[in-house]
């Protein structure tokens, strides 16, 4: 692996102030939901705190900790679902940052336990490709943490059944856009069903589109499902 350049503390602690206030204004959060982190070392990273809205958090708020969740920095806490954050930290080390909020439309086909997998954008298939749905388990949980690592590898977010949705990334702002693309596209699912119509692109133009990616400087995404004519 590459040598990574991790991002200082002043730039992850300015990156996930301003995350945090546009999770807030776009309403993917309410009240004290969602948590950001990012990684500023082999085994350090920020994240928020719990028990404060995301659209009013300022620098002192922000906990310094390590991989294994000892706080190293901060007086707060932070929320019982950085285990999450910390073992998708340890299983992808090339991982900067993590993102975790409740987007209304995405967290609805959360509930419903439907995938985002059909290929309906262009640039939804290159740049975020297919998100999964992973099992149902307790929030804050061991199991919560365990449950996303399979997808790691081969895709770029997740939705959490009953839960909410969670993205990973380079950095903060790729995490928080993410997830902005995964409701955008969440939502033109939606319409699209609404109007009884599901016109997913072609396997040809799929292939086309994935072929992309390494330009764009993607790796993950998994293939979208696609129609053949």
């Known amino acids: 692996m590459d040598t990574i350049k991790y991002p200082s503390d002043a730039e992850v602690k300015r990156d996930i102030l301003e995350a945090g206030r546009r999770l807030y204004q776009k309403n993917f959060v309410a009240a004290n939901d969602g948590n950001l982190s990012a990684r500023v070392s082999e085994n350090h990273i920020w994240a928020t705190p719990t028990g404060v809205s995301k659209g009013f958090m300022t620098e002192e708020m922000l906990v310094k900790l390590d991989l294994d969740g000892n706080v190293v920095e901060g007086a707060l806490q932070p929320s019982s679902e950085i285990k999450m954050h910390l073992k998708i930290y340890r299983e992808a080390p090339e991982l ?14 959360a509930a419903a336990g439907i995938p985002l997998d059909q290929a309906l ?4 298939v290159v740049l975020l490709g297919v ?8 929030p804050g949980s061991d199991s919560l943490a365990d449950s996303v690592v399979p997808y790691l590898r081969e895709y770029n977010g997740l939705l959490l059944e009953h839960h ?3 993205t990973w990334g ?8 993410r997830l902005e693309s995964i409701e955008y596209n969440a939502t033109v699912m939606m319409y699209t069903r609404m109007m009884g119509i599901e016109r997913s692109l072609k396997n040809t133009q799929i292939d086309e ?7 764009w400087g993607i790796t993950r995404g998994g293939r979208p499902q696609g129609r053949d004519s």
């Not at 998100?131 to 307790?138: D, E, F, H, R």
């Not at 589109?209 to 330009?215: F, G, K, N, S, Y």
Request: hydrophobic share 55%; charged share 5%; with cysteine.
């Open 96 to 109: 900067i940052a993590v993102a975790h909020a409740h987007p209304p439309v995405a967290t609805t086909f």
């Open 121 to 124: 954008l262009q640039e939804a």
């Open 131 to 138: 998100i999964p749905v992973a099992p149902y388990t307790l």
């Open 164 to 166: 909410g949705a969670v």
């Open 170 to 177: 380079d950095c903060v702002m790729q995490a928080l856009y």
């Open 209 to 215: 589109l994935i072929a992309l990616r390494p330009a």
